[in-house]
């Protein structure tokens, strides 16, 4: 028994010059309404299958970006002093290796404002590294004194590890988390836009009532005391002794019950409504992230393969020069022509794996992935399928089309063999037997069916085989 899957709905128009097959998905993507079809069996298949081959890339930007984040930590140390890790932490090797990631960084920003154009403004991952490379070549270069040295390498490693974070977070598992993390992190900045003046009014009116309080000594100072004691850190200590009738500087009862009336206002509205408030919002966003977790993943995935896509295919470029006399064209035939190939046909899954527009599987069929990976190698490519019959059909040529039949056809036939013999299962010793007993079976009724017959008949059978024609 055998299933198919039919992509030809999703597939692009199979030109020479490929075409991008995310566009329908990017789509569906951007309209609210047509979001909850990214969980259609039809639409995550084709997601998990491009992503099976293309997440290698994923793999690689967070490690390179979490290599270079830890040797900016190290350099950051040691530029501080106070850690003792000794005069490499600053030399020169690990400044040029520092100095080459934040020009691969560069690069790789140029062509995410080149692919995504004005949208690229409206991310807050990108601002983040847009900061590190602010940051980051002044802090490496400029000559510094320690306090300015130590306040950018303070915002730097803010920025490196909140970009580590949501690279991390595109991985289609901890895809929920980011999304909940942005998702909260934007209620929060509406509700606190929205409330801010009656937080700041909350800070003059201590600034003016507390003056004798060091924690409310200038404007600067009120501010952040407010905020904090937003969170809870009151430190009652402090204002208890400012409210205290004291006749001699005019501070009376009436002034002591209009601060006490006033710290009990600011409890009230900003540390039981507010803070309430906050931590409802934050429970709602998350279970409704929580229902639209299959979706989350899918948008991580279209969002990372839409990246991939435009990028190997030059679509940011103008048209005039990606044509096929023009001169991107023509300088893409030098050394790495080869690579870029070789990564477009492993992420185009319809101009290689998927050139039918259907995937057929064996859902009953025993699985050898082992075998399959030795079948891939052996092809030079990595297939999405791993039941062992599957491999088997593939050895066989049996149903394979255009480039992967010439590229099996290629193979020697002592190869194919034993791969053939590899993927397919050892039978048993039960099986051997029942299958000796059938052939035996068949074999006695045919010889008893042959001894029934006449004895014209019997040599005239005996002679067919080797082409002869019997006799009337």
């Known amino acids: 028994m055998s299933g198919q899957v039919d992509f030809s709905c999703l597939a692009p128009p199979l030109r020479p010059q490929k075409a991008p097959e995310m566009p329908v998905l990017m789509r569906l993507r951007a309209d609210p309404q047509l979001r909850a079809l990214l969980q259609h069996p039809v639409l995550t298949a084709l997601l998990y299958l491009k992503y099976d081959r293309a997440r290698w890339f994923h793999y690689c930007n967070v490690l390179l970006f979490l290599a270079f984040t830890v040797l900016l930590t190290v350099y950051v140390f040691g530029l501080d002093g106070r850690a003792a890790l000794g005069g490499w932490a600053t030399g020169g090797a690990l400044r040029a290796a520092l100095t080459a990631g934040l020009a691969l960084l560069t690069a790789r920003e140029l062509l995410q404002m080149l692919i995504t154009g004005p949208l690229y403004l409206l991310s807050a991952e990108n601002w983040a590294e847009l900061a590190v490379l602010a940051l980051g070549y002044p802090l490496l270069w400029a000559p510094l004194t320690l306090p300015t040295a130590r306040h950018l390498s303070a915002w ?50 201590f600034y003016l009532v507390f003056d004798g309080v060091s924690s409310f000594a200038t404007f600067g100072v009120s501010m952040p005391k407010v905020i904090a004691m937003a969170t809870g850190e009151f430190d009652y200590g402090d204002l208890s002794e400012a409210m205290v009738v004291d006749e001699a500087s005019g501070v009376r009862a009436g002034h002591v019950l209009s601060g006490g009336l006033l710290f009990i206002c600011f409890l009230f509205l900003i540390f039981i409504v507010l803070m309430n408030l906050l931590t409802s919002l934050a429970v709602d966003d998350t279970q409704a992230i929580s229902r639209q977790a299959a979706v989350m993943a899918a948008d991580n995935r279209i969002v990372l393969l839409g990246y991939l896509e435009n990028f190997l295919l030059l679509s940011y470029l103008p048209s ?26 492993r992420v185009l899954l319809f101009h290689t794996a998927l050139s039918s527009g259907r995937y057929r599987f064996l859902p009953n069929g025993p699985e050898r992935p082992l075998a399959c990976r030795d079948v891939a190698h052996a092809c030079g490519k990595r297939q999405c399928g791993s039941a062992a019959s599957l491999c088997a059909r593939w050895l066989t040529l049996d149903g394979c089309v255009g480039e992967r039949r010439q590229q099996l056809s290629e193979l020697p036939a002592a190869t194919r063999q034993q791969l053939l013999d590899l993927v397919l299962k050892p039978q048993s010793l039960e099986e051997q037997l029942e299958r000796l007993q059938a052939d035996v079976g068949r074999l006695s009724a045919q010889l008893s069916d042959l001894l029934q017959r006449p004895a014209g008949d019997r040599g005239a059978g005996q002679r067919a085989p080797s082409g002869g024609r019997a006799s009337p």
């Open 320 to 345: 005039s020069l990606k044509r096929p006399g023009g001169p991107l064209r023509a300088a893409g035939q030098g050394a790495c022509s080869g690579l870029k190939e070789r990564v477009r046909r």
């Open 156 to 205: 730097v490693m803010v920025a490196a590890w909140l970009e580590v974070a949501m690279n991390v977070g595109r991985t289609p598992a901890l895809a929920p988390y980011k999304t909940m993390m942005e998702s909260i992190a934007l209620s929060f900045g509406r509700l606190i836009f929205l409330y801010f003046g009656l937080v700041m009014a909350f800070a003059i009116a």
